[in-house]
C-alpha cells in the first residue's frame, strides 16, 4: 500500500526533478560552448550563446505581448550585472577550451562557497566560523585540482574558470537585490541583451562568418540555455535552496560522461578528490543555511 504524498512533497519532489533537468541541458549548453570556442573568440561565442537564447526568452513575451512584465527598474545592477556577465561567459569559454568539462565545473563549484563569503560585505551577513571552515576545505580542493594542470595553458584555464567563478557569484548577489524590484523575466531579459550587445562589440576585431553549417548549434544553445533557465527558476520556485540546491552538484556527472563519450578525457583522480571536496563543502554550507533558518523558524525548539 502505497503512503500519499502531501502537497509540499509532491512541489519538493517536483523542484528535484526541475533542477536535475536544469543541470542537464546546462551541460548540453556548455559542450556546445567547448565545440565552438574551437572556432571563435571567447567575446563571439559569448554573444552567441546569449542572442541565441534571448530569442526564445523574448518569443513567449512577444507571443503573449507582456512586455510590461521586462520593465527595467535599478538600470544601474542591471548594467552591473551585464558587465559581470560578459566577464563570466568569457572566461567560462576560455576555461572549457582550455580544460575538459569536468575541471571547468569543478571550479565553477566553488561558487555557493564564494557567495557566502561575498554576502559578508555585500549584504552584511554574518557568517559562522564552521562555514568560513567549508570556505577553506572547498578552496583548498580547487587547488588539488588545480595541480595536474602544470602548463601554462591548463593554470590559464584554471584562472580563468576562477575569475569567472567570482563574477557569477557577485552576479548572483545582485540578483537578491534586483529581485526586489524586477520580474524574473525582466533581468533574464536584460542580462541576455546585454552581454549579447557588449560581447557583440567587443568580438567585432575578431569576428568570424558564422556558416549555416553551425546554425543547428547554435539553436541547442539557445534551446538549452532558455530551457534551463526555465527549469532552473522552476526548481526555486518549487523547494528551497536547501532542498534542491545539492542537486546542482549532478552537473559533476554529466562533465565526467560528456568528457569520457566526446573527448575520451577521463577525471584524474586529482580532479576526483578535489571536485568531491569542493561538493562536500558546498552542500554543507547549504545544509547549514537551512538549519539556521529553522532555528530561527522555530526558536524554541533544538537545532536540527
Same mark, same amino acid.
Given at each position: #500500500?502505497?503512503?500519499?504524498? /502531501?502537497?509540499? /512533497?509532491?512541489?519538493?519532489?517536483?523542484? @528535484?526533478?526541475?533542477m536535475i533537468?536544469?543541470?542537464? +541541458?546546462?551541460?548540453?549548453?556548455?559542450?556546445?560552448?567547448? !565545440?565552438?570556442?574551437?572556432? &571563435?573568440? %571567447?567575446?563571439?561565442?559569448?554573444?552567441?550563446?546569449?542572442?541565441?537564447?534571448? %530569442?526564445?526568452?523574448?518569443?513567449?513575451?512577444?507571443?503573449?505581448?507582456?512586455?510590461?512584465?521586462?520593465? #527595467? *527598474?535599478?538600470?544601474?545592477l542591471?548594467?552591473?550585472?551585464?558587465?559581470?556577465?560578459?566577464?563570466?561567459?568569457?572566461?567560462?569559454?576560455?576555461?572549457? !577550451?582550455?580544460?575538459?568539462?569536468?575541471?571547468?565545473?569543478?571550479?565553477?563549484?566553488?561558487?555557493?562557497?564564494?557567495?557566502?563569503? =561575498?554576502?559578508?560585505?555585500?549584504?552584511?551577513?554574518?557568517?559562522?566560523l564552521?562555514?568560513?571552515? *567549508?570556505?577553506?576545505?572547498?578552496?583548498?580542493?580547487?587547488?588539488?585540482?588545480?595541480?595536474?594542470?602544470?602548463?601554462?595553458?591548463?593554470?590559464?584555464?584554471?584562472?580563468?574558470?576562477?575569475?569567472g567563478?567570482?563574477? &557569477?557569484?557577485?552576479?548572483?548577489?545582485? %540578483?537578491?537585490?534586483?529581485?526586489?524590484?524586477?520580474?524574473?523575466?525582466?533581468?533574464?531579459?536584460? +542580462?541576455?541583451?546585454?552581454?549579447?550587445?557588449?560581447s557583440?562589440?567587443?568580438?567585432?576585431?575578431? $569576428?568570424?562568418?558564422?556558416?549555416? /553549417?553551425? $546554425?543547428?548549434?547554435?539553436?541547442? +544553445?539557445?534551446?538549452?540555455?532558455? =530551457?534551463?533557465?526555465?527549469w =532552473?527558476?522552476?526548481?526555486? !520556485?518549487?523547494?528551497?535552496?536547501?532542498?534542491?540546491?545539492?542537486?546542482?552538484?549532478?552537473?559533476? @556527472? $554529466? *562533465?565526467?560522461?560528456?568528457?569520457?563519450?566526446? $573527448?575520451?578525457?577521463?577525471?584524474?583522480?586529482?580532479?576526483?578528490?578535489?571536485?568531491? %571536496?569542493v561538493? *562536500?563543502?558546498?552542500?554543507?554550507?547549504?545544509?547549514?543555511?537551512?538549519?539556521?533558518?529553522?532555528?530561527a523558524l522555530?526558536?524554541?525548539?533544538?537545532?536540527?
Amino acid at each position: #500500500m502505497s503512503i500519499p504524498r /502531501s502537497p509540499a /512533497s509532491t512541489e519538493r519532489l517536483r523542484g @528535484i526533478a526541475a533542477m536535475i533537468a536544469a543541470v542537464f +541541458v546546462f551541460a548540453i549548453m556548455d559542450a556546445s560552448l567547448k !565545440r565552438l570556442s574551437t572556432r &571563435y573568440c %571567447v567575446f563571439q561565442v559569448a554573444c552567441m550563446r546569449s542572442l541565441s537564447s534571448l %530569442v526564445f526568452v523574448a518569443l513567449p513575451i512577444l507571443w503573449q505581448r507582456d512586455w510590461p512584465s521586462v520593465r #527595467m *527598474a535599478s538600470p544601474g545592477l542591471h548594467l552591473m550585472r551585464g558587465v559581470l556577465g560578459v566577464l563570466m561567459l568569457a572566461s567560462f569559454v576560455y576555461a572549457v !577550451r582550455s580544460l575538459s568539462l569536468a575541471e571547468t565545473y569543478s571550479v565553477f563549484l566553488c561558487a555557493p562557497l564564494i557567495m557566502t563569503a =561575498l554576502s559578508v560585505p555585500m549584504h552584511g551577513e554574518r557568517v559562522p566560523l564552521r562555514r568560513w571552515i *567549508a570556505i577553506g576545505i572547498g578552496l583548498a580542493g580547487v587547488l588539488l585540482i588545480l595541480r595536474p594542470s602544470t602548463g601554462h595553458f591548463g593554470l590559464a584555464g584554471v584562472l580563468a574558470a576562477a575569475v569567472g567563478t567570482v563574477c &557569477y557569484a557577485l552576479s548572483a548577489l545582485t %540578483v537578491r537585490t534586483l529581485g526586489r524590484t524586477n520580474s524574473s523575466a525582466s533581468m533574464v531579459f536584460w +542580462v541576455l541583451l546585454l552581454i549579447g550587445v557588449a560581447s557583440a562589440v567587443l568580438a567585432l576585431p575578431d $569576428w568570424q562568418p558564422i556558416p549555416r /553549417s553551425e $546554425w543547428p548549434w547554435l539553436a541547442l +544553445v539557445g534551446i538549452s540555455g532558455a =530551457l534551463g533557465q526555465y527549469w =532552473l527558476t522552476d526548481a526555486f !520556485r518549487r523547494a528551497p535552496p536547501s532542498v534542491v540546491g545539492p542537486f546542482e552538484y549532478t552537473s559533476m @556527472i $554529466w *562533465a565526467f560522461a560528456i568528457d569520457w563519450v566526446f $573527448w575520451s578525457a577521463a577525471p584524474t583522480p586529482a580532479l576526483l578528490v578535489g571536485s568531491g %571536496v569542493v561538493i *562536500a563543502s558546498g552542500v554543507f554550507v547549504i545544509v547549514d543555511e537551512h538549519r539556521l533558518a529553522q532555528l530561527a523558524l522555530n526558536p524554541g525548539s533544538p537545532p536540527p
